[in-house]
Structure formats: structure tokens, C-alpha cells
């Protein structure tokens, strides 16, 4: 199968007004995979072609264009019909994503006010005896990722710490192991996991 051919008979994510911030981010990838971004990041004009124009100004012209055009179909095909019909006026790529960005992506303080309340949330979620360390760590590392999509930068030492300190006692055992065996300021998520996951 044809590489260029699978990339771009993919569908890319449809966006219904909920999680900008992670549409955003698949359709930024969806978008570079198709070689489509450039028209949604800037706003360039495709220049009239001068008299007696060569093959090659005449392809370069006919490709600029043809990805503006392809980038602007693939957002109107990304989105819900209330959206579509919100930004159905709108007619560049690179209008389109800022009209959206700026409707729902919302200021910094807004972005700031869900960052609190995401490390609100990580901070009151422990590890109950039922839970196994992978769904565990699904719920921080989706948490944390959130926080890092609108912007703010969250370490993996820090979610590091905040596993340490939320998994049941049954763990200590294995804590204490790599408290002694390792420097605990420099391990990875993934060995502290991996250590846990043995133990269970």
C-alpha cells in the first residue's frame, strides 16, 4: 500500500466544541501528516503567475494553492455541524484555526484556571487497593497531559513524587528498594512503574 495514499484516506478527528486543546493537538498531527499545516499556520498569498510562466513556477503555483484549498476542506470536514456552520464564511485555513483557537482554546487566565483545576485534581487522586498500577498511571499521566496541552510545563520528576507519595502501603517494600539502589531525583516514571508492575 501506498504510504502518501494511507495518510490521507485517514478521517481526521471531528471537533464538537468539547476538548480543544486535544482536538487541536490531533489535528495539528493529522494536518502535518497530510503536509497540509503550512497553509493553517500562516497566512501566505499564492502570487499570480507572471507572462509566459515556466513548468516549474506553474506546478509550485498550482501546489500552493491546491493546499490552501485542501487544508480549509479538511478543517470544514473536521467539524460538527453546529461549528461548520460557524466558520462556514471563513475562507482561509489560517482564519479558520485562529477563529477557532480564539473561541475555544480561551485567555490565560481561563487556561490558568483549568491548570489549577487539573493539579487540583491530581493531587486528590490516590491509588485505591483495587486499582492496578497501569490503570493508575493512565489516570495521572491523562491528567498531567492536560495540563501540559494548555501550555504549562509539568515534569516527570514531579509526577514521579506524586506516585510515590499516593500508591497504597503495599508498595513501600519496593520504594524502599529503589530508594536504596537509586537516586530518586533521577529515576523515570517508567522504572518506577516497572518496579511496581513486578511486584503485582
Known amino acids: 500500500m501506498d504510504l502518501d495514499k494511507s495518510f490521507t484516506s485517514l478521517s481526521p478527528p471531528v471537533f464538537n466544541g468539547n476538548n480543544y486543546h486535544v482536538w487541536a493537538a490531533r489535528m495539528e498531527a493529522h494536518l502535518e ?33 491546491t493546499r490552501k484549498s485542501k487544508a480549509r476542506a479538511t478543517l470544514f470536514v473536521a467539524m460538527s455541524s453546529e461549528i461548520f456552520i460557524r466558520i462556514i464564511t471563513i475562507k482561509s485555513a489560517f482564519k479558520v484555526w485562529n477563529f477557532l483557537k480564539e473561541e475555544y482554546e480561551g485567555n490565560e487566565k481561563i487556561k490558568g484556571m483549568q491548570v489549577l483545576n487539573l ?14 498500577i497501569k490503570k493508575y498511571s493512565n489516570i495521572l499521566i491523562t491528567i498531567v ?45 517508567i522504572e518506577i512503574l516497572s518496579a511496581f508492575e513486578a511486584q503485582e
Open 119 to 132: 493539579i487540583r485534581e491530581l493531587e486528590m487522586v490516590k491509588m485505591k487497593d483495587s486499582d492496578t
Open 33 to 65: 501528516a497530510n503536509d497540509l499545516w503550512e497553509a493553517v499556520e500562516e497566512e501566505y498569498v499564492v502570487p499570480e503567475l507572471q507572462a509566459n510562466p515556466t513548468l516549474v513556477r506553474m506546478k509550485n503555483h498550482k501546489e500552493k494553492k
Open 145 to 189: 497531559n492536560r495540563v501540559r496541552l494548555l501550555g504549562t510545563k509539568f515534569s516527570d520528576s514531579r509526577l514521579v513524587q506524586n506516585v510515590l507519595v499516593t500508591v497504597p502501603e503495599r508498595f513501600e517494600a519496593t520504594i524502599s528498594s529503589l530508594e536504596n539502589t537509586k537516586d530518586m531525583l533521577k529515576v523515570s516514571l
